[in-house]
């Protein structure tokens, strides 16, 4: 078996620190090449997460980063091919066994993915958060600098349009089409979802006015800072923003609003579709905004307003419970 010894010395701490577990897990285990090829590619995906999240020591890791990532598999949102339930799975192990280890061996002081599972099969509920929650949030993101009108603008836009974060950072100022004769910004978006295949979204009047805001006072300040990228949604040094930057940014504006569940850019996707279903929305629109290829994939949001329904009526009804 063929092992790769050390890592050069201009490698990240986090290169490093991954690099000795896998020569334990060589070593020790006696694993076979491919299943070492295997960790090494879990791993070296999660260490890709983590720096683009501004993580640059294994002890600065905490359970957000550790159950953001293993959220961010099946969607691709870390930046990498989205991933079947049991490739996600085998990955978060991989995951495990590494905090696991760096525990043990003192490089941190805790083990932030003890709690965080790996998926299992089955019928899968989305996370949705309530409305309040979500307003919560968007109206923290708001203020002034170029970087927090892009924020707002950004968030605006998840919420609004029920965008997947890849088609979101992906867009190209053009992508945004104008209402027509006398308006004042865009109301439609052309988003290009799994497989190129296009669709137009409506834009609400909330996210109409964040991006405004950000097209006018916030976007051209950025994009002085690069080179005239087309990208809408632009990172500080004026180039297009990435989808583990957002992550990073809505998770801290969640934290600032006292949302303490555990917020990712899909859960605006998930909360876009139950809200619409919950406002009354048929289920075949919904299909359509979200851009899913079958409507079976949709019906999964009416199970989680049903759950909702049985809530409500639980508390509600004087003889619900005997």
Not at 37 to 53: G, I, K, M, P, V
Not at 100 to 107: D, Q, S, T
Not at 125 to 148: C, F, M, W, Y
Not at 161 to 184: H, K, M, W
Request: net charge positive; aromatic share 6%.
């Amino acid at each position: 078996m063929t092992v790769q010894q050390g890592t050069p010395a201009t490698a990240s701490s986090l290169a490093r620190a991954i690099e000795g577990y896998l020569l334990h897990v060589a070593v020790e285990r006696g694993l076979a090449p491919n299943t070492l090829a295997a960790y090494r590619r879990d791993l070296r995906r999660y260490q890709r997460f983590l720096e683009a999240a501004g993580v640059a020591e294994a002890n600065d890791i905490t359970r957000h980063h550790v159950g953001g990532f293993a959220q961010s598999l099946a969607d691709g949102d870390d930046g990498g091919s989205p991933l079947s339930l049991r490739s996600a799975a085998r990955t978060v192990v991989s995951v495990r066994g590494l905090h696991r280890f760096w525990a043990l061996e003192g490089l941190c002081d805790g083990d932030p993915a003890a709690d965080v599972h790996p998926p299992q099969a089955g019928r899968r509920l989305p996370k949705a958060i309530s409305v309040h929650q979500v307003t919560r949030i968007l109206e923290t993101a708001r203020n002034d600098t170029p970087t927090g009108l892009r924020d707002s603008a950004m968030l605006e836009f998840l919420y609004s349009t029920g965008a997947r974060i890849s088609e979101a950072v992906g867009l190209d100022v053009d992508d945004l089409v104008l209402a027509g004769t006398g308006s004042e910004g865009p109301s439609l978006v052309r988003l290009f979802g799994k497989g190129s295949k296009e669709r137009i979204v409506p834009v609400g009047s909330y996210a109409l006015r964040a991006l405004d805001a950000y097209l006018v006072r916030g976007r051209p300040a950025l994009v002085a800072k690069g080179k005239g990228s087309p990208a809408l949604f632009l990172n500080a040094r004026g180039g297009r923003i990435s989808r583990q930057s957002v992550w990073t940014i809505l998770k801290s504006v969640a934290e600032k609003a006292f949302v303490e569940v555990e917020v990712s850019p899909h859960t605006l996707r998930h909360s876009f579709a139950t809200h619409l279903l919950d406002g009354g929305a048929d289920v075949r629109v919904v299909q359509e905004l979200l851009g899913h290829a079958s409507v079976t994939t949709t019906q999964v949001y009416t199970l989680v307003t049903a759950e909702t329904l049985r809530e409500v009526y639980a508390a509600a009804h004087p003889r619900a419970r005997g």
